[in-house]
């Protein structure tokens, strides 16, 4: 067996307030991955930085840098611009949905969070991530065989 098949996708969890932190990171025992978490931006973008996860959950309203800048800022860098971010957001206005849009985000939760519907988005994005990054070693793989000489 491979050490890609054994190795569990990571979910990376961001939220300033520890008790949505620690219920999210308990709905997600259910699911068969590995859990980090962050207690702010900047912790989060070091995180991302340094290893990066499968997937962000990451909370909107949040002191220092906010979600919306959190999620520019994975998007925008082209090594983590291919990681799924799920928005967790109390907000509901028309205007947050669109700049949480705007920022790049790839799907959105309101809170208080249902667990089914942040288990199956999770589970949806978790395999999405998985069948993209097969894509891309499928690709690169294609693009070594064709530099190959035929003989």
């Not at 098949?5 to 990571?10: A, S």
């Not at 989060?44 to 919306?68: C, Q, R, T, W, Y």
């Not at 994005?125 to 035929?150: A, C, F, G, N, W």
């Amino acid at each position: 067996m491979s050490n890609e098949e054994v190795q569990k996708p990571k979910v990376l969890v961001v939220d300033d307030n520890l008790q949505n932190l620690e219920l999210i990171l308990a709905y997600l025992e259910d699911i068969d991955c590995e859990t980090l978490s962050a207690e702010g931006g900047q912790e989060a973008l070091e995180m991302i930085k340094n290893d990066p996860p499968d997937l962000v959950l990451l909370d909107v309203m949040m002191p220092k840098i906010s979600g919306f800048e959190v999620c520019k800022r994975i998007k925008n860098n082209p090594e983590t611009a291919e990681i799924p971010v799920i928005m967790v957001t109390a907000l509901s206005e028309m205007g947050d949905i669109e700049r949480a849009i705007n920022s790049g985000t790839d799907d959105f939760l309101s809170k208080p969070v249902n667990k089914w519907e942040l288990l199956t988005r999770v589970k949806t994005m978790l395999k999405l991530k998985h069948l993209t990054d097969q894509l891309e070693r499928t690709l690169v793989y294609l693009s070594e065989i064709e530099q190959i000489p035929r003989q």
